[in-house]
């Protein structure tokens, strides 16, 4: 029996036509072939293409190889493009480096003047420190120089001042300090003023000084000996003396470092009038230490310019 497959009715195998719809039962079996090649099309298709991709015939361990290989390459790279930024970078400090001003070329100058200063030779050490060009003392590069020329010159000028002031004193105590009496002079030193005929060594010492000792005469002979194996020759008198003086405290017998100052009341006045020109006022008293000390009462670099002692 055949089955229609419009109507779902049977017919007899014999029938050509459905009996009910007429419905052709040559295209139902022709369909079926077609079907059939269709798939057999499609089955064989599906069993020449794979979606899964085929085994390849390179082992493992070469792409292990091949992969650390790569990352060896770009590790070299990067430390390459790394070092040459390196490079560029520092090329311009040591660029700036070989181009940069010696700020140490003054040093010597610098120091040679500070020791001219601190020995009282306050004009040697200006003329000194006009040796620094001031176009360069003008550069932010020289500002520590600068400073250094600047604090020294203001110290040399304070000197140069005291030095006026020293000699205006001196003048001043010639004319303010006169012999009590004409019998209270005297160019010998004999009675009470016996004991001022002595000799007087230089009480501390510094590197600038030319002065060793100083010996009076009991005739008022003046003898100066100096470091450098000269000496001064003068004449001395000698008158009482009152008022405060600057001087040092001379407890100690060989100070290595300036001692305190102070003011003592002196006892006579010394007057040296130099062979080669010039005078020369020196405060005599007794010190603490019962030593006998002259002084000229002027102050120099925060201490005394000249105090001796017997």
Known sequence: MKVCPRCGEENSDQSLFCEHCGYEFAKAEASPKRSQGANLQETTQSSTYSPSPKKSGVPKWAFIIAGVALLAVFVGVGFAVAGRSNNEAESPTTT???????????????????????????????????????????????SAIADEVDNLTDKNEEGLKQEDDKEATQKAQE????????????????????????????????????????????????????????????????????????????????????????LINPNVQITVTWDGGGTQIYYGYVSYSSRLALTDGVSKNDGVNEVWIS
């Open 175 to 262: 004319k303010d300090r006169p012999a009590v009496t004409t019998s209270g002079s005297s160019s010998g030193f004999s009675g009470d003023y016996a004991k001022w005929a002595n000799t007087y060594y230089f009480y501390y010492s510094q590197s600038s000084q030319r002065q060793t000792a100083l010996t009076i005469g009991a005739n008022g002979s003046v003898t100066q000996k100096n470091v450098n194996g000269t000496q001064y020759f003068g004449k001395a008198t000698i008158t009482s003396a009152s008022g405060d003086v600057l001087s040092y405290e001379t407890n100690e017998q060989y100070p290595s470092e300036m001692p305190d100052t102070k």
């Open 96 to 142: 700036t480096t070989s181009n940069s001003i010696d700020t140490s070329k003054y040093d010597e100058i610098i120091a040679e003047a500070k020791e001219l200063t601190i020995n009282g030779d306050y004009k040697k050490s200006n003329l000194k420190l006009s040796r620094i060009p001031a176009s360069d003392l003008g550069k932010s590069e020289f």
